[in-house]
């Protein structure tokens, strides 16, 4: 769908770091959000790329692999008929209750936020197979369903959307690694 993209950027990800999927997904949507506030158009690619092709382009260390691209550059406003067509077919769009799926209490409004920016997380085959729980005042992130090996990398893109979403609201949390799972506090 991608033609003449002259840039991208390689997530390169060392599989000796723990959980380096989904911090690939975290920090490459942090490029993904400051590229587009510099008006500059991206798109995350895990499989639609020709990855032999660009691993020309890397050097890459012991134990380093090539996870994903983002293709990023300058894109026409106007859209083409075949875009205006995938826009339309693409959506997937899911309800504050089936993001959020257990809460005990009244919902505080960073969370209403972080939920709300993690509907607009983009995720491979726009799948959307992140959800979350509130318990006591804590948020656990959750890989609901795989997501052809991009599961990892989709909740790293969705936790971030959910941080800054719950720091528009004045909430500093943190993601934290416990117990195999992933809690804000
Ligand atoms: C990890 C990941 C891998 C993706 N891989 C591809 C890909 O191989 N080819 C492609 O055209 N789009 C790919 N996408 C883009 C998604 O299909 C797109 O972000 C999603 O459908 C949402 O569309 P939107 O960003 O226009 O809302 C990928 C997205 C993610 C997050």
Redesign the pocket.
Known sequence: ??SNAKSFIALVGDKNIRNYKEKLGYYGESIVLEATNLKLGT???????KKEECKKYIEFKDNEELV?IIAIGNVDKNLSIKEKLV?TL?KNEKSFNDILISHNKEIPSWVKVGIDCTAKA?????KKIVAYKLKDNKVEAKIMKKNHG?EK??LG?SMLHFQLGAYSEGYMGRWKYENGGYIFY
């Open positions: 769908m991608i798109c995350w690619i895990g499989g639609t790329y994903c826009k693409n983009p995720s491979a085959l726009n991009y990398i989709d893109i």
